[in-house]
């Protein structure tokens, strides 16, 4: 739509009619104001000319006021209201896919699924909720590597942790390295809020950094980790001898997520289950909420141009055509 920024300027629009009562009607045959030294450089202009009746020099020149009292008004076209990406943290998820990932204690709607399962279902939702965040995604086993650097693109990141897999990255858990990558990643950066998630089952067994030498690295950054460990504590397996009870997590080193999650100001929860995975992301959503205020930008256009540029073009005319003698 169309908005005058100083509307008040239509204020004027009456001032012609106004002086004509005032001062009334110019009398003909008044000796002309300016004195022209040598008119013959401007015969040509009015040669083979012919005049503009007086109804239409007047309407001309009432065109021309009104388009000089808009172009005044500083017209303005605004467009359609666009969203700006909120100001929000900058938010890394690590997620584990060495080969543990692939046990299968997890329930979902009935059915046993894997953890990586699991993780890819909470994490994508707790994903499209962090509407202002920029997000990148870490994938780690054996070597931990940026799947996604930190974007607002929430839809990629979480396309792109649905199409991870066991093993992608080795068989092995580098949870150092998947911080020291992390670290890397937050080096240089003027933001206030830097957080690490980091989920895993299984206990650091790869990799060139110890886990809690990565976390030191980490607070000195001012990156806060919050760690994850998943696993149930107890599934039942079914082989040629019977049944028996196992403890699939009897590898997740609980200590060293504790540690680092306090070294770094962060949490360390424990998911036994799905339902206590979507839990521990609500969590981590009230301890690190999404900016509420969006913020909507309008672009602007100036238009005076416009009206200035059509007056010119009608004054132009009015001299072109010379004021017919009575």
Do not use: C
């Amino acid at each position: 739509m169309i908005e005058f920024f100083w509307p008040y300027v239509f204020l004027v629009l009456p001032l012609p009619v106004l002086l004509r009562f005032f001062f009334g009607r110019p009398h003909g045959g008044a000796e002309a104001a300016l004195r022209i030294p040598h008119a013959p450089e401007f015969t040509p202009f009015a040669t083979g000319s012919t005049s503009l009746p007086p109804r239409w020099r007047r309407l001309v020149a009432l065109l021309a006021w009104f388009l000089l009292v808009g172009a005044a008004a500083n017209p303005h076209w605004i467009g359609e209201p666009i969203e700006l990406p909120l100001k929000g943290r900058d938010l890394l998820l690590a997620a584990d896919l060495s080969g543990s990932m692939a046990t299968e204690d997890f329930q979902y709607r009935d059915t046993m699924i894997d953890r990586l399962t699991a993780t890819k279902l909470v994490a994508g939702e707790f994903i499209e909720r962090r509407v202002g965040d920029r997000i990148g995604l870490i994938l780690f086993g054996r070597q931990a590597y940026l799947q996604t650097p930190l974007t607002f693109d929430r839809t990629t990141v979480r396309t792109l942790l649905n199409e991870s897999a066991v093993g992608l990255a080795g068989k092995e858990t580098a949870i150092g390295d998947a911080i020291g990558l992390a670290v890397k990643r937050f080096q240089g950066q003027n933001v206030r809020d830097k957080i690490l998630i980091l989920l895993t089952d299984g206990v650091n067994t790869a990799g060139e950094i110890a886990p809690l030498k990565a976390a030191e690295l980490a607070a000195a950054e001012g990156l806060k980790i919050y760690t994850v460990g998943i696993g149930a504590d107890e599934m039942i397996v079914r082989s040629f001898f019977g049944s028996r009870r196992v403890n699939p997590s009897a590898d997740l080193d609980e200590a060293t997520l504790t540690a680092i999650a306090e070294q770094t100001g962060g949490r360390y929860f424990r998911a036994r289950d799905t339902a206590q995975l979507e839990e521990i992301y609500r969590i981590i959503d009230r301890l690190e909420p999404v900016a509420q205020d969006a913020r909507v930008y309008r672009p602007l256009t100036a238009l005076f141009v416009y009206p200035l540029a059509t007056a010119l073009a009608a004054v132009l005319l009015v001299a072109r055509f010379p004021r017919r003698r009575g």
